[in-house]
């Protein structure tokens, strides 16, 4: 997801802040087009964000990891920014509404693809708007590794411990 993200953040005109656990996948954020780059495993996000942004935040956070980079996540949020928690590979997350208001009035969405795909004329408007830019050449998303069907649960390990990037595909 996080690929598609950037190229798409840089065809809409937004400056993004990716996060990253290594220098090879930050080396592809940026080519990418994710304008600023935090290595996880060096640097800390919120300082960093904080010294990208003037002090100010940022606007909105997807963080796809969940209960491990919560507090991260809503300490970059600018007031009244938006947190859209679109994964939990880190363990699920569960805030107080207090802690929404303390931190600065933040919004909060946990989206959830049934209802994105409902009506079908919406999912369908959604699918032709990135296959536009897919077709334009504005989004690209080759693979970049591959398993045979028969090694499924090798692929899910490999993508839990965040060793693959980009795209990962099953062979039958």
Same mark, same amino acid.
């Given at each position: 997801?996080?690929?598609?993200?950037?190229?798409?953040?840089?065809?809409?005109?937004?400056?993004?802040?990716?996060?990253?656990?290594?220098?090879?996948?930050?080396?592809a954020a940026r080519a990418n087009g994710c304008a600023h780059v935090?290595?996880?495993?060096?640097?800390?996000?919120?300082?960093?964000?904080?010294?990208?942004?003037?002090?100010?935040?940022?606007?909105?956070?997807?963080?796809?990891?969940?209960?491990?980079?919560?507090?991260?996540?809503?300490?970059?949020?600018?007031?009244?920014?938006?947190l859209v928690s679109n994964g939990t590979s880190s363990g699920s997350v569960v805030v107080d509404s207090q802690l929404?208001?303390?931190?600065?009035?933040?919004?909060?969405?946990?989206?959830?693809?049934?209802?994105?795909?409902?009506?079908?004329?919406?999912? !369908? *408007?959604?699918? @032709?708007?990135?296959?536009?830019? =897919? %077709?334009?050449?504005?989004?690209?998303?080759?693979?970049?590794?591959?398993?045979?069907?028969?090694?499924?649960?090798?692929?899910?390990?490999? !993508? *839990?411990?965040? @060793?693959?990037?980009?795209?990962? =595909? %099953?062979?039958?």
């Open positions: 997801m996080g690929l598609i993200a950037c190229q798409w953040a840089r065809a809409l005109g937004v400056t993004m802040i990716g996060t990253v656990s290594t220098d090879e996948k930050a080396a935090i290595v996880t495993s060096r640097e800390r996000i919120v300082d960093r964000v904080m010294e990208i942004t003037g002090g100010k935040g940022v606007p909105v956070v997807y963080d796809s990891v969940g209960k491990d980079t919560l507090m991260d996540s809503l300490d970059c949020l600018q007031p009244r920014g938006r929404l208001a303390a931190k600065g009035s933040i919004w909060m969405t946990r989206p959830a693809m049934v209802h994105y795909i409902q009506p079908r004329a919406h999912m !369908l *408007e959604m699918a @032709r708007e990135l296959f536009d830019h =897919v %077709l334009a050449g504005r989004i690209a998303s080759e693979p970049q590794q591959s398993f045979a069907l028969a090694d499924a649960a090798q692929a899910h390990r490999a !993508l *839990e411990s965040r @060793r693959t990037t980009g795209a990962t =595909v %099953l062979i039958p």
